[in-house]
């Protein structure tokens, strides 16, 4: 034995607690990157999203919705005048008689059919009138329709 005075590496065991973990870990990282390598596995975030969005295109295929669905339905000409008071009674007021915006209830410069209603509340048009598709979304915006059609009987 040497007593030196200078620690020395006494050949010491590492605690079996540290060493399962050290174990556990190397086979995690292994499962790992064999699962969710897309060059091992196949499997990638990018996929799932392109299936999901080829089954949202069938699902919007298969049941085509026209502007004019709602039109006469009472309790979407009710839900759509709630949010023509919300979004568009600001510009146009509550009743569609016109105010910043033009007034609803007459022909209008771009169409007053409900294609073309339905395109110009989506998309917005030149010189005033934002587009909402996004913010309000196709429903939302098919009962606003049956409620300015509904202004016009």
Same mark, same amino acid.
């Given at each position: 034995?040497?007593?030196?005075?200078?620690?020395?590496?006494?050949?010491?065991?590492?605690?079996?607690?540290?060493?399962?973990?050290?174990?556990?870990?190397?086979?995690?990282?292994?499962?790992?990157?064999?699962?969710?390598?897309?060059?091992? $596995?196949?499997?990638?975030?990018?996929?799932?999203?392109?299936?999901?969005? !080829?089954?949202? /295109?069938?699902? &919007? @295929?298969?049941? *085509?919705?026209?502007?004019?669905?709602?039109?006469?339905?009472?309790?979407?000409?009710?839900?759509g005048k709630t949010?023509?008071?919300?979004?568009?009674?600001?510009?146009?007021?509550?009743d569609a008689s016109?105010?910043?915006?033009? $007034?609803?209830?007459?022909?209008?410069?771009?169409?007053?059919?409900?294609? !073309?209603?339905? /395109?110009?509340? &989506? @998309?917005?048009? *030149?010189?005033?009138?934002?587009?909402?598709?996004?913010?309000?979304?196709?429903?939302?915006?098919?009962?606003?329709?049956?409620?300015?059609?509904?202004?016009?009987?």
């Amino acid at each position: 034995m040497n007593d030196s005075g200078i620690p020395q590496e006494g050949h010491n065991k590492i605690p079996i607690g540290w060493l399962a973990f050290f174990v556990g870990m190397i086979i995690f990282i292994v499962v790992y990157v064999v699962r969710f390598t897309p060059a091992i $596995s196949g499997w990638s975030f990018y996929n799932i999203h392109e299936e999901e969005m !080829k089954a949202a /295109e069938k699902a &919007a @295929a298969s049941a *085509p919705a026209s502007p004019g669905k709602y039109i006469g339905q009472a309790d979407a000409i009710a839900e759509g005048k709630t949010e023509f008071e919300t979004s568009c009674a600001a510009c146009h007021m509550a009743d569609a008689s016109g105010g910043i915006g033009p $007034s609803l209830k007459v022909a209008l410069k771009y169409g007053s059919s409900p294609d !073309k209603l339905f /395109e110009s509340i &989506a @998309a917005g048009r *030149p010189n005033g009138m934002p587009p909402f598709g996004q913010q309000l979304g196709n429903d939302k915006i098919y009962k606003i329709v049956a409620f300015i059609e509904s202004l016009r009987k």
